[in-house]
């Protein structure tokens, strides 16, 4: 059988290479080492402003990658003052890609803004500054661009549980964090101060988020489970867990 195609959402930034210095849609070559290492075809997919839907349709999984805030504005809050900068394309691509892939049973890997934008299309809300709740350790590293170590415990029923172990090691860089759950979606992490880091959907289906960064990891076990279910979930394959 072909490799499961695995699309993988990306920025849209301005960038410098060779003698241009253009606007570019950009992705870090870890997330698709980390997907073609583990058995998957990469397609990166641009937070263009139609057709999104259809790529989806096309592919066999799709992960959501990390980036900026989601705008509160889709959740009904006003900005935190630590909140942004707003990506609007991001936000309207990736809200549709997430929504389509649930609708049409697309397997869906969140990860890190990815796992947020997962939890707001799905009508959750979102905690916006994580340093200002009280209890809360640090959940980035102490400069910019740097993470932080962090041990996530899962739920043994979940998904996520049955792939990497009840104890993940994580590296970790968000100061925002799910509040309000969306609707079918369950708990099945949390970091030591209760900041919930995974989540799944209630129903078994191959729907999954995940707070921290496992393409920083050299530990590949969360990639090689999701492209295999990618593979499971093709027409005509056979059906596992």
Known sequence: MSRPVIGITTYREQARWGVWDRLADVQLTL???????????????????????????????LIVSGGADVDPAHYAQSAHEAAGPFRPDRDDA????????????????????????????????????LPEMAGTFAHQGPEPGTFTSRTVKLETDSWLGRAIGDDAV?????????????D??????????????A????????????????????????????????????PGAARGS
């Open 184 to 197: 079918g979606l369950r708990v099945v992490g949390r970091a030591d101060d209760g900041t919930v880091e």
């Open 170 to 182: 994580t590296a970790c860089h968000h100061h925002q964090a799910v509040d309000r759950l969306g």
């Open 199 to 234: 989540v799944e959907a209630i129903d078994g289906s191959a729907v999954v988020g995940v707070q921290w960064h496992p393409e920083q990891l050299a530990d590949r076990r969360l990639f090689e489970a999701f492209v295999s279910r990618a593979t499971q979930a093709r």
């Open 31 to 61: 997330y698709s080492d980390a997907v073609a290492d583990s058995g998957g075809a990469v397609v990166l997919v641009p937070p263009v402003a139609s057709g999104v839907a259809d790529v989806v349709g096309a592919l066999d999984g």
């Open 94 to 129: 990736e809200l549709t890609m997430v929504r389509t892939a649930v609708a049409r049973g697309v397997p869906l890997l969140g990860i890190c803004r990815g796992m947020q934008v997962l939890n707001v299309a799905l009508d959750g809300s979102l905690t916006q500054h």
